[in-house]
């Protein structure tokens, strides 16, 4: 009985420190190519510390960099806790956006934050949920791979998102649609409190903190969640238990697609205030990375995010001394080393 509590606990302690060996061993990697590049990783690091950790600014760049992310990150993690993988955030998001910002500029200028503010929410959550529903149908009517849907559907979003700024939403001459109503601007924090003067982190990101935490109390701690997991588990098994897993298998892909969409909030109502072509490009698939990184614990994905946020602006601050795609290659390689630490440590096992 000790042995096997003790073997236990090494798994346990094993398991939780692999994103930790994984951050470290992607790190040391940086610093290998900085070193060949001829320059001194020890100050490299540093000044990207300095210029991220170090000042309100870009504390607040961090942050705000991280928010897209918790919200394409738990649009993984929900629907793989069925045992779906849903690597289409990047179309929803897209659409969400582009949703939000159309509705957000048909917005009466005089219309009251208290509703201007909810409206635009609903608008990108719905967005992002339609384009996911699309996946759900295919899956529990056809039994359709979603990770074949999902793919097509993110370069479907693309140009469907193209056109509508082309021909649609967009002002002549530009790749941007009209600005969005004031009343549904999320205030930025630097406005509200003073902290992390100039950046553009705001409200949202308060809003991506209550839903990790609301989607890991409906995955852990209610009758759905359970159910939910089982069906990840073993879909057949679940079926013949009675879960109804076409329900669960559609629930968590649309509301993934919500999540997702809501990148429309940080990105137009916080940021822009209008949507720009391409402005939301690539949250998608690193919410991929930032939910496998933790296993898709919604609450770990917090860090996880924060983490990916510090590579994407720490390489900003570094471009003058070395190219920022080393940062590139520090996040494809945190995700290279979780997936061949997994191997190794089942083989431990």
Request: one cysteine or more.
């Amino acid at each position: 009985m000790d042995k096997n509590q003790t073997r236990m606990n090494t798994s346990k302690y094993l398991e939780a420190s692999r994103p930790i060996l994984a951050v470290l061993a992607a790190f040391l990697l940086g610093g290998v190519l900085i070193i060949a590049i001829g320059k001194n990783p020890v100050e490299i690091y540093g000044k990207m510390f300095s210029m991220t950790l170090g000042t309100g600014y870009g504390v607040g760049q961090v942050l705000f960099r991280a928010t897209p992310l918790v919200l394409t990150g738990l649009a993984v993690a929900l629907p793989f806790k069925a045992g779906l993988f849903n690597i289409g955030g990047e179309g929803q998001a897209a659409i969400g956006t582009i949703v939000c910002a159309a509705i957000g500029a048909a917005l009466s200028p005089s219309l009251s934050p208290m509703l201007a503010i909810p409206i635009g929410l609903i608008a990108a959550m719905l967005g992002g949920a339609s384009w996911a529903s699309i996946i759900a149908l295919l899956k529990t009517r056809f039994g359709v791979s979603e990770v074949i849907t999902s793919i097509m559907l993110n370069f479907t979003a693309y140009a469907l998102v193209g056109y509508l700024i082309t021909y649609q939403f967009g002002i002549e001459g530009t790749m941007r649609t009209v600005e969005i109503s004031h009343g549904a601007f999320m205030p930025r924090l630097d406005a509200l409190t003073g902290l992390f003067p100039r950046s553009p982190v705001n409200l949202s990101l308060f809003l991506a903190l209550a839903l990790a935490t609301a989607v890991y109390a409906v995955v852990y701690k209610t009758k759905y969640g359970y159910e939910l997991r089982a069906v990840g588990l073993n879909l057949e098994a679940a079926r013949y238990a009675g879960i109804n897993t076409n329900f669960h298998v559609m629930t968590s892909l649309i509301a993934a697609g919500a999540l997702a969409g809501l990148v429309g909030a940080n990105y137009v109502m916080g940021y822009k205030h209008y949507y720009e072509a391409g402005g939301v490009n690539g949250v998608g698939f690193l919410g991929i990375a930032v939910a496998m990184l933790v296993n898709s614990h919604p609450l770990w994905i917090l860090a996880s995010a924060l983490l990916f946020g510090l590579l994407d602006y720490g390489g900003l601050t570094i471009n003058a001394d070395v190219s920022k795609e080393i940062f590139l290659v520090v996040q494809a390689a945190v995700i290279l080393f979780v997936i061949a630490s997994q191997k190794a440590f089942k083989q431990m096992e």
